[in-house]
């Protein structure tokens, strides 16, 4: 099974990609996770990316194209994927298309999960992920709830960033939910709701 994740940032799809990954044995492409590694990494990738990430902005369609087609060439993907945070743009969408052609391969889905966005500034602005294990927590934890370890704040999380990314989709990525409508392949999912019951409702719309 191959998915498209979609849905503002904060929307939940990380959360619910891992969900995916560990039910279907996925392999999980998140753009976010590939880059913000890049930056870490102090790669030239990451020189590059840091730049649009702190402003709440896309980095190029054309450097994140070559980071997922190069993914999608490893054994992994071949089982079965998950794309988390891409494609963010039409010219990244038409490009999906155009790689998974050549592979001769298809997307199955593309879930949007939808969240007010209201909702969303609350709950980005209030993330906190820990540095050991990657579990999302909030400003609510002292630790991380799963391994103690010591919780952080995404930089892009910090309100003026959160609303200039909130924008950024609205005008760049929420266009691609009637793209994909247009291919039969949207599946719409609210998203304001417990973790458990979204992913039910995303694993009845997938059976
Ligand atoms: P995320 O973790 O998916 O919210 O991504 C964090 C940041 O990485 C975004 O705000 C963008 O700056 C960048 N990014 C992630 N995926 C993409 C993409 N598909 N196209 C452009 N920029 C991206």
Excluded: W
């Amino acid at each position: 099974m191959n998915i498209v994740l979609l849905g503002a940032p904060g929307a939940g799809k990380g959360t619910q990609a891992a969900r995916l990954v560990a039910e279907y044995g996925l392999a999980h492409i998140s753009t976010g996770d590939i880059l913000r590694a890049a930056v870490k990494a102090g790669t030239p990738l990451g020189l590059e990316a840091k730049s649009f990430m702190d402003k709440g902005e896309l980095v190029p369609d054309s450097v994140v194209i070559g980071l997922v087609k190069e993914r999608l060439q490893q054994e992994d993907t071949k089982s079965g994927f998950i794309l988390d945070g891409f494609p963010r743009t039409s010219t990244q969408a038409v490009a999906l298309a155009s790689e998974l052609a050549e592979l001769g391969r298809d997307i199955d889905a593309a879930v949007a999960v939808q969240v007010d966005p209201e909702v969303i500034v609350k709950r980005l602005t209030s993330r906190r992920l820990c540095k050991e294990c990657g579990y999302i927590g909030s400003e609510s934890d002292a630790a991380c709830p799963s391994c103690e370890g010591e919780l952080y704040q995404r930089d892009d999380d910090k309100p003026e960033t959160v609303r200039n990314r909130l924008e950024v989709y609205e005008q760049s990525t929420a266009p691609l939910i009637e793209y994909y409508r247009g291919s039969d392949l949207l599946v719409e999912v609210d998203g304001d709701r417990p973790v458990d019951e979204v992913f039910s409702t995303i694993q009845e719309a997938l059976a």
